[in-house]
């Protein structure tokens, strides 16, 4: 069982993506904004934090700088339905401990084998090898 928060600020695409995971008996820790995912992170022990990049109080992108210095063992990755260049970009920017940027609309079980396998691999390989081939993969693909 994965210990995960998840902030998205769309009440129906975080309670669909919150129920699929949870049927595979994930935890889930849902945030409704940047803010409330640092409180979170500050109570709470997680495996693994998906943020949505635009949301009201604080970003994804700042809540993911404070998050990465605060917690620098947990993976990060963003889970947004933009997908150019340059928000990908400032994604990766953020910190070193951002793993991974998946573009929606993604299928709920495309969701699972996503964060399983990323965390997976943060696991078996480390966050920079994930980080480096992920960050290459998106980039190349919004370019």
């Known amino acids: 069982m994965l210990n995960i928060l998840y902030a998205e600020d769309d009440q129906d ?6 129920f699929v ?11 409704v904004n940047g803010a409330q995912a640092v409180q979170i992170m500050r109570e709470e022990a997680v495996d693994l934090v998906i ?4 949301m009201p109080m604080m970003s ?14 947990v993976p990060i990755a963003f889970f947004s339905a933009k997908g150019m260049h340059l928000e990908i970009t400032q994604a990766f ?9 998946l573009v929606k609309p993604v299928l709920p079980n495309q969701l699972v084998i996503w964060v399983e396998s ?18 290459a993969r998106e980039l ?4």
């Open 93 to 101: 920017a953020c910190s070193e401990h951002v793993v991974d940027y």
């Open 60 to 73: 994804g992108y700042d809540a993911a700088q404070i998050i990465a210095r605060e917690q620098p063992q």
């Open 21 to 31: 995971l949870q049927q595979r008996g994930h935890k889930i820790h849902e945030a």
């Open 118 to 135: 990323t965390l997976q691999g943060c696991l078996n390989r480390g966050m920079a090898d994930i980080r480096e081939e992920n960050m």
């Open 140 to 143: 190349v693909a919004a370019g």
């Open 51 to 54: 943020l949505d990049t635009r």
């Open 13 to 18: 695409c975080r309670e669909l993506f919150s």
